[in-house]
């Protein structure tokens, strides 16, 4: 007998963004001086030897990890929150460790009970995995920014993302009671992603778990954190999530159940990266003046800088298409993402990742010198 016609999950996906750069990138690397790729925000510095240590330390160890993290690790979680971030009232039935934070975010609704028949709201301009999160859940993605735009609706799940990649932008104490207010009075999920906490530029960055933010009610609200930014473990696949103990432990079963457990010797590491607050300052300060030099250098060149308050990347536009911008800035060897990645509202802008050593930002500074803005 003939089983059902099968389709593969990957049809009912956007085609992945940066397969459409092939060519930019192409263009990019004939430059003599070869490319400078900004257009990914892969850390390219050093992990802090004190990291690599205790990875090493533990490398011997044989046995299967605990999905739930090591005490240690859940412990780290909470005093770090708590110590850089304000966040009190937590204890280790709060936190969960994930084998990187865009896999938490993908499967998230999925594993929290979203599907077919409900709605999970996402920013207007947004990092593409919400999207994703929502189409493998089989629920219906809605782009809104505001309140006012959802009117009456009870979306099941909400993502929301402060500072935003990619446009930097930090949601302020108002924004955030307002959307703790709104969710707590319709039952729905808010998922807010802070990766980006630790680099705020032009403001404080809050996380919705901050008492300021939900009078100690963190019913129903959850905090994505990575340490692939911050202490340059992209490589180490080293996340968590934090907040409601409920929606902790439903997570907790799901990813039990499916085997998804952050090796024993990457939790000790991101024990030795929470616990150590100077290793993150040092890396700050080497993103802070790359930031300092790549904004000089795009504004002199005739960009507009919007929002970028925050984050890894600097929110640039000449006022064009996107993609044209592009293909300019390629001709220089200088390979920079296009807004229309993150939703039609990005579409003019180009999104730079100050994550280039120091010798490739001053080689896109000194191209950007000679960037004829007159044709925008």
């Given amino acids: 007998m003939t089983p059902p016609a099968r389709t593969p999950l990957g049809a009912h996906l956007p085609d992945f963004p940066w397969d459409t ?36 330390n533990a490398a011997a160890e044989p046995g299967y990890p605990q999905t739930v993290g090591t005490p240690e690790l859940r412990r780290a979680i909470v005093e770090w929150l708590e110590r850089r971030y304000a966040v009190t009232g937590l204890d280790e039935s709060n936190v969960l460790p994930v084998i990187g934070t865009k896999e938490a975010i993908a499967l998230m609704p999925t594993h929290l009970g979203v599907g077919p028949g409900h709605t999970v709201v996402i920013p207007e301009v947004a990092y593409p995995t919400y999207e994703v999160a929502a189409l493998m859940s089989g629920a219906r993605p809605q782009r809104a920014d505001s309140l ?172 064009e298409p996107a993609r044209d911008t592009v293909d300019r800035l390629a001709q220089l060897g200088i390979l920079v993402a296009p807004g229309d990645f993150y939703g039609p509202r990005g579409s003019s802008h180009i999104r730079m990742a100050l994550t280039g050593t120091d010798e490739r930002v001053d080689a896109a500074v000194t191209r950007l010198a000679t960037f004829d803005h007159s044709r925008s």
Avoid at 31 to 36: N, S
Avoid at 230 to 247: E, K, P, V
């Fill in 21 to 56: 750069l092939a060519e930019a990138k192409a263009t990019a690397e004939q430059h003599p001086d070869g490319i400078v790729n900004l257009s990914v925000g892969t850390p390219v510095d050093e992990v802090a030897p004190s990291i690599q240590q205790a990875l090493a």
């Fill in 148 to 319: 006012m735009q959802l009117g009456p609706a009870s979306p099941t799940f909400m993502f929301i993302n402060t500072p935003s990649n990619p446009t930097g932008k930090i949601l302020g104490l108002g924004h955030l009671r307002k959307v703790v207010d709104w969710a707590h009075q319709r039952g729905t999920i808010v998922a807010s992603d802070e990766c980006y906490i630790g680099l705020g530029w032009e403001g404080e960055p809050l996380s919705i778990l901050n008492p300021d933010v939900n009078d100690g009610n963190i019913t129903g609200l959850l905090a994505i954190h990575s340490l692939s930014k911050s202490s340059n473990l992209a490589s180490y696949r080293a996340g968590f999530i934090a907040g409601d103990a409920a929606l902790i432990a439903e997570l907790l079963e799901v990813r039990r159940h499916n085997g998804l457990m952050v090796p024993r010797p990457i939790q000790a590491a991101m024990i030795a990266a929470l616990n150590d607050d100077t290793q993150e300052a040092i890396q700050r300060t080497r993103y802070a003046a790359r930031r300092a030099k790549l904004k000089a250098a795009l504004e002199s060149a005739g960009f507009t800088i919007d929002n970028s308050e925050a984050g890894l990347y600097l929110w640039a536009t000449l006022g």
